[in-house]
């Protein structure tokens, strides 16, 4: 391959100048100062489960600055979902969790509108709720949450509302591959287990919000802090019945996301239609918490047949998913949360994972999307089969892994898999198989390690556009989300290699539905897979105008000429050469004068597309398929920690990250991704959980939800990150994302840590200190 010189290059932030300097505007910025502007309120079910039998909104809508008080029947009646159509904007009839919306204020000022939800008088009658998950989905629960769950129209995988064992499973995802009875009967030693894992938020720092406004011509346009733009467009056009045209969807830079998506734009939306004046939502800290769409809670039931070689021929897994009273993304988050478990050779496989409706807060997209969960306990088991059989946790992993080549479990052939290399690095820096130093008194030490990964989804599509001005200035478009990750940056280094021009000769335009063309979205690990790919796709159309425009001039033929520095060459004879701008006209007199077209081409504009080919449906009897997925980037993290025997307390004392995330564009950034994923691991294990009491949040803010700060997380010398290329062949430059494979990892790996450190084994997350403690006492016994 050619040397490259900006792909692969640890290049500064695009925006960071910006950044640091307090300049950069985010999306909680945008609509201030806007004439006629007003501040949008939601009012919300402080009961888990009822029916709504009267709203009262006059006094609300008396009061001085009120402008619009809207509830159920003020907007349309259409459901809402990402896969199944069960939700309303606003409740209608019956509210399902605390934090179900019921009514909403616009008002000339935020005080305005908060004394106006003090006035609406909802009278409620209260159901039975239920809040367990194994409860729930039993087939005589008493309670049903959604009587009309057959009615309901599916967006995607309908396949998945198949086999329910309950009125309130809305989910089934199956896979199955090869006899795991003659398996079990095969092995020489079995070990079940059960795991669970807690209901978390994001915590990104920036409040939820949204700011909306009509146009002139009917256009409604959205701000709001999406990574989604699109399909959030699509969304808001589907449920108020809006043309396409007539939804325009923006978002600026916005402070932080990793999957969170409580949408304050559909009351914006909603409300700025109603009174067709501008209006501004900004969720509470609070409201953040309980309208979050929430990390799925899940149970994991996980049973292993290994032979005395430790070679793995048998796994059965029930997974109970808690994904609330609304279905929104779980049952996408069930299926896709499944590929994860494809990194080990199992040739008898029977997986089962129930979505389940609850009286809790809806969950969503979390960094990982469901493959941490099954991580938990996968990543636990092997170290539990590893001591029964007197093997090395490392080298039972190792033998197992699937290869280059093979078919996982999931029946797509292996490519581009580094997960060996990333154990290996990550066990030699953590010193594995060398016994820690123990300080004495109440510490023990103890080390860990554990493998994850995260795919790429396989059916979705990215577009981008290039312009090329006269100046040499490359300017690209793309429809994908700057949300703090560095995709600008990392587009614009490809941009910059394609064209062989500096980084500050690379202009980026993105975040505008109306001027950007379609991407699906900065998710699933895929901008610079895909958006990137379609850039790369875009830069060499517009080069090919280029140099058949050239071409006649130089004497050569197009496909003989290359492009540097503003300028056109002939590959082998670089003295035969013209500047980029002398392909435009020149100035001329009368309407021509200033004229900055190109002959024949009129601009030099690039277009890009990229999708991939040979995608196959999934046979959701087995979950098998050829081609499910685009990528897997693979993660190995091994941690030493110090267990406080008399107070239960954990510190990670040292940390290493080892990641095949292919070839890295921008090293630096994916360090960056490693170690903020090492610090929301540690938070998932540690700390982070969401105290519920009857269905309601008992701990939404700060002040009272637990997280880990920057003295719980190692730095210096104390934590590590290193990369291991295996490059993707359809993969701009060999590249695959890296950004959520960050944390599938390390809860196990802390976990296993533990065990080492203090012989207790912690099932449950989070990894309390009291639950540290009851362990150790009952071990003693």
């Known amino acids: 391959m050619t040397a490259l010189s900006t792909v692969g290059k640890s290049v500064p932030r695009i925006d960071a100048l910006e950044k640091v300097t307090g300049k950069a505007k985010y999306t909680i910025d945008e609509g201030v100062g806007l004439p006629g502007m007003l501040y949008g309120k939601v009012l919300y079910s402080p009961y888990p489960h009822a029916e709504i039998l009267d709203i ?10 009120v402008k619009a008080v809207m509830t159920g029947t003020d907007v349309p009646n259409v459901r809402m979902g990402r896969v199944v159509l069960d939700q309303h904007v606003l409740a209608r009839g019956r509210v399902r969790f605390v934090g179900d919306a019921v009514a909403a204020v616009a008002a000339s000022t935020i005080e305005a509108a908060e004394e106006a939800l003090d006035f609406i008088r909802v009278e409620y009658k209260e159901l039975p709720a239920v809040f367990d998950a194994e409860e729930a989905m039993r087939q005589d629960c008493p309670i049903v949450l959604h009587p009309e769950l057959a009615s309901y129209k599916s967006v995607s995988f309908s396949e998945l509302r198949q086999d329910l064992p309950g009125p309130n499973v809305h989910t089934h995802h199956k896979i199955r591959k090869g006899n795991v009875d ?3 009967q095969k092995a020489d030693l079995i070990v079940e287990n059960r795991f669970s894992t807690c209901r978390i938020s994001h915590c990104q720092l920036e409040l939820p919000n949204s700011t909306a406004y009509l146009g002139g011509d009917g256009t409604l346009t959205v701000w709001s802090s999406v990574h989604l733009l699109f399909p959030t467009a699509a969304q808001i056009s589907n449920v108020f019945g809006l043309p396409p045209s007539k939804v325009r969807v923006r978002a600026n830079y916005f402070g932080g996301c990793f999957g969170g998506s409580p949408r304050a734009y559909m009351f914006a939306a909603m409300l700025a239609l109603k009174t067709g004046r501008p209006v501004k939502v900004v969720f509470s800290r609070e409201e953040s918490f309980f309208r979050d769409l929430h990390r799925l809670p899940k149970v994991i039931y996980i049973k292993d047949g290994v032979t005395r070689d430790g070679t ?3 796994r059965e897994m029930r997974l109970i998913c808690n994904g ?11 299926r ?9 050779r199992i040739p008898n496989v029977k997986w089962d994972a129930y979505g389940v409706y609850t009286n809790e807060p809806i969950c969503g997209g979390f960094r990982g999307y469901g493959n941490s969960q099954p991580f938990w306990a996968i990543e636990q088991q092997l170290e539990i089969l590893a001591e029964k059989l007197g093997m090395d946790a ?3 992993r190792k033998k197992n892994i699937v290869k280059e080549g093979e078919k996982n479990l999931r029946g797509e052939i292996t490519h581009s898999i580094g997960a060996e290399e990333c154990l290996d690095k990550a066990a030699e820096w953590i010193g594995w198989g060398k016994s820690s130093e123990a300080p004495g008194g109440n510490l023990k030490i103890g080390k860990g390690i554990a493998l994850g990964n995260k795919y790429t989804m396989v059916d979705t599509v990215s577009a981008s556009m290039v312009k090329v001005h006269k100046d040499g200035t490359i300017e690209f478009r793309h429809g994908g989300e700057e949300s703090g990750q560095g995709c600008n940056t990392v587009l614009s280094q490809i941009v910059a290699e394609e064209f062989n021009v500096p980084m500050h000769k690379v202009k980026v335009v993105w975040g505008d539905t109306s001027i950007v063309p379609y991407d699906f979205g900065s998710v699933s690990s895929r901008t610079t897979f895909f958006t990137g790919n379609a850039v790369r796709l875009a830069c060499q159309d517009a080069k090919r105008q280029i140099f058949e425009t050239a071409a006649p001039r130089l004497g050569a033929a197009p496909e003989d000429l290359a492009t540097g520095d503003g300028t056109v060459y002939v590959r082998e004879s670089p003295e035969k050469a013209m500047t980029i701008s002398a392909l435009f006209m020149p100035e001329a007199k009368g309407a021509q004068k200033g004229a900055l077209l190109v002959p024949e081409e009129g601009e030099i504009l690039g277009r890009g597309m990229f999708y991939i080919e040979g995608v196959t449906d999934e046979d959701f009897e087995t979950g098998q398929g050829t081609k499910l997925t685009a990528s897997y980037g693979y993660a190995a993290q091994a941690v030493e920690v ?3 025997s008399e107070t239960g307390i954990v510190k990670v004392l040292r940390w290493v990250n080892a990641f095949d995330m292919g070839t890295p564009i921008n090293p630096k950034l994916c360090e960056g991704q490693m170690e903020g994923g090492a610090g929301m691991g540690i938070g998932s294990a540690l700390y982070e959980e969401l105290v519920m009491d009857n269905g309601k949040i008992l701990n939404p803010g700060f002040r009272d939800y637990r997280f880990p700060s920057t003295k719980e997380i190692p730095s210096g010398n104390n934590m590590k990150s290193m990369t291991v290329e295996a490059p993707h062949r359809e993969g701009p430059f060999g590249a695959k994302g890296a950004g959520e494979a960050a944390m599938t990892p390390s809860a196990p790996a802390i976990a296993n840590a533990i065990y080492n450190a203090a012989g207790v084994r912690i099932t449950d997350l989070p990894i309390t200190p009291e639950k540290v403690l ?8």
């Open 774 to 781: 009851k362990a150790l006492r009952a071990s003693k016994k």
């Open 394 to 396: 490392v080298d039972l």
């Open 324 to 334: 609330g009273a609304y279905a929104d993304a779980t049952p996408q988050i069930i």
């Open 642 to 644: 110090a267990v406080d």
């Open 56 to 65: 009262d909104t006059s006094r609300a809508e008396q009061l001085p600055g």
């Open 336 to 344: 896709n949360g499944s590929f994860g478990i494809s990194q080990y």
């Open 312 to 314: 793995l021929l048998a």
């Open 182 to 184: 003659d398996g079990f």
